[in-house]
């Protein structure tokens, strides 16, 4: 197989991977979330660090949404 083929093939496999690895984030970010509420509940970090953390997670959920978005906008 020529190498040019065999890069392509590569790069399929990496972008399947990608995907897969994508469609699975809801869970890991409702995951994050339950970790996070019971942090809060238990008092474990100060208040303020809570909302940080929070606010961090907000941003890290609209990476992969966006993302995704745009491969199925095909932008």
Do not use: W
């Amino acid at each position: 197989m020529p190498f040019g083929a065999r890069s392509a093939l590569r790069n399929l496999a990496d972008l399947r991977e990608c995907c897969q690895l994508l469609a699975f984030s809801p869970r890991l970010e409702s995951g994050l979330e339950y970790h996070l509420l019971l942090a809060r509940d238990l008092e474990v970090p100060a208040k303020a660090d809570c909302e940080r953390l929070d606010g961090d997670a907000t941003e890290v959920k609209r990476i992969p949404t966006s993302l995704i978005q745009k491969l199925n906008t095909g932008g």
